[in-house]
């Protein structure tokens, strides 16, 4: 017999007589005897045939809107919906998990993304010689602010700014006299934060120079020092010495970088103190623990004002040996007491001595706690370039596990000699050959204390050297002008040509300052090399210096993938940029000697019969195809040819030793991804 409760829903269902059900529910005060009888009334018995009373149920109750909950679960309890609901609560688990492992997965093979400091070219600007907003001939950091669109239009987002702190400008302002202030020719420290925040909020970065290894004999630690006065004592390096009707006895044989003996007898002490550069440039002592808390300082206050990493210059200087012997002679049979130049030492007791590196990853050390924020990592690159030694160079970028410079500035190209196809292969060779696995390298090919490019190797070759720096694997260094190829002012009367005034225009002064007079002379062919003749040239060095930069930002190959060596001679330097999973392949051909034909279906590369030139140079080559077996170049061109192969070079035995990978990466064409397990 069916049970009471069932009873009552059968009188319910035969009381609504197949009306709608508008959510009533039966009275909970109605009695069950009540119900019973209006069922016996109403209702008759049930013919049961055999069948059980719980399927009775089943069949003659159906779901209806405004059940009453205990109806609900008589329905919740059937197998039809209690195996649904399983079914679809062990498919959410198991999706929740595939997802979670699916994400595991992505994050684990995924290579590390690059850095800012990676991803553009940095842009170096010398601030007295970029652009004059107060008419007194001589640049300022307002008119680096108003220039800014120009480093934008370069398509580059990092900027390099040189020493700005206050200084009496010897050693064109490496001599400071107060690390924590502006000097009043660049303009006010509001200037400098009105700056940054104008950089940032063009998505920009902005690196400056710090010098911690002297500064100016006007700072107030050396007048505080040259009369002992409490813990500044010590900041510098004193030493007796003989000093006898005018003339000096130096405690040993060391001389200066600027060449004569690197100790000055002072007056006000009676010691001799010492300086690796100018005498007006003391040398700090870092074996003093309050010094290089001072620097430490230093660091902290223009991180907190929102520099986003430094470069930190001769930090290969910040120690000397305690002993002061005298350092070797470079020609044992010359006589000591005429050695006066840098060159004719071995200086063993005077750079990288034990202990300097320590000091250099403790600068790391306090960066790094400014670099928790997201998007807010601080760099750092140290200027430390040992021509005698590539592996001390190398020493900079720190061990596996203690990290120290993001990488040292490479200035191997700016010291070549005799530019060709071969030198240029040879100097590339030694810096990838030497630089530690997984490292980032970094070219350059000016600064401010060097001839620029046009004029040290030949304005014939500025383009070609540009698309040099720009397809190299790592991080491109341009000296403000390099990206219009000026050249050093020939005047008689500039001290320093290759810091000319930036060619904006052809209005007076290059559009460089609107006063009566810049701080060295303009170079006479502003005329016709400056930025606005150029923007309208399609042939231009500006123009194709921006299609080099965009190629790199949007290239794989190019932005991260392997470099192979392909081939070089007297005149050429070949070199293929390819990625993990992609087909398509880059090779660069460029010309530093005499116009010729270069053969590459001679060089067992897989090559297609014709390639496309991406780039050329000359910007008529562009766009055409050649043939790679007869490809040429004329004097100073450069050609970027595109291809497609499934056999990278990178994986040929031949070819194994002269393929290199900074970020090794692989990438999936399937999911559009890079990931890290090729």
Known sequence: MVDEETKAIHIELREKEGLENNGFVQSEDMNEKEAENVSQEKSPEPCLLGIEPGAVQELSVQPYAGMPKEVLLQFSTQARYRITREILFWLII??????????????????????????????????????????????????????????????????????????????????????????????????????????????????????????????????????????????????????????????????????????????????????????????????????????HDMIRFWLGKGIDGFSMNDVKFLLEATHLRDEPQVNKSQNPDSISAYSELYHDYTTTQVGMHDIVRSFRHTMDKFSSEPGRYRFMGTGANNQDSIERTMMYYGTPFIQEANFPFNLLLMNIKEISGSS????????????????????????????????????????????????????????????????????QTATFPEKSPMQWDSSPYAGFTEGNSSWIPVNSDYPNISVDVQKTDPDSTLNVYRELSSLRANELPIHRGWMCYIWNDSNVFV?????????????????????????????????????????????????????????????????????????????????????????????????????MYC
Request: charged share 20%; proline share 5%; net charge negative.
């Open 94 to 295: 198991a999706s929740s998990l595939v997802l979670v492992a699916a994400t595991v997965a992505i994050i684990a093979m995924s290579p590390k993304c690059l850095g800012w400091w990676q991803a553009s070219p940095i842009y170096q600007i010398y601030p007295r010689s970029y652009k004059d907003t107060d008419k007194d001939g001589n640049g300022d950091l307002k008119g680096i602010q108003e220039k800014l669109d120009h480093i934008q239009y370069l398509n580059v987002k990092t900027i390099w700014i040189t020493s700005f702190y206050k200084s009496a400008l010897k050693d064109v302002g490496y001599g400071i006299e107060d690390f924590q202030d502006i000097d009043p020719m660049f303009g006010t420290m509001k200037d400098f934060e009105n700056l940054v925040a104008a950089i940032h909020d063009k998505g920009l970065k902005v690196i400056m120079d710090l010098i911690p290894n002297h500064t100016s004999d006007k700072h107030k630690w050396f007048q505080l020092s040259r009369n002992r006065t409490g813990k500044y004592t010590d900041y510098y390096i004193w030493h007796d010495c003989a000093h006898i009707d005018g003339r000096t006895t130096p405690p040993n044989n060391w001389v200066s970088v600027f060449g004569n003996s690197s100790w000055q007898y002072d007056d006000v002490r009676k010691q001799c103190y010492y300086h690796q550069f100018g005498k007006e440039q003391p040398d700090l002592n870092f074996r003093n623990q309050n010094v290089q808390e001072e620097i």
């Open 424 to 491: 240029i292969f040879e100097t590339v060779a030694a810096w990838m050959k030497n630089m530690p696995p997984g490292k980032w390298p970094n070219w350059a090919v000016g600064d401010p204390n060097t001839a620029r490019v046009s004029s040290r190797i030949g304005k014939e070759y500025i383009n070609v050297i540009n698309m040099l720096l720009l397809t190299l694997p790592g991080t491109p260094t341009t000296y403000y002008g390099e990206e219009i190829g000026m050249e050093d002012t020939p005047s």
């Open 575 to 675: 070199y293929v940029r390819e990625l993990d999973g992609l087909d398509q392949v880059f090779m660069m051909v460029l010309n530093f000697g005499m116009e010729t034909t270069t053969d590459l279906q001679a060089l067992d590369l897989d090559l297609p019969s014709e390639a496309i030139i991406k780039l050329s140079t000359n910007a008529t080559n562009s766009g055409t195809v050649t043939n790679t077996k007869t490809v040429k170049t004329g004097r100073g061109e450069g050609l970027i040819l595109e291809y497609r192969t499934s056999k990278p070079v990178h994986n040929k035995e031949t070819f194994k030793e002269k393929c290199f990978v900074a970020e090794k990466a692989c990438y999936s064409s399937l999911f559009n991804l890079l990931y």
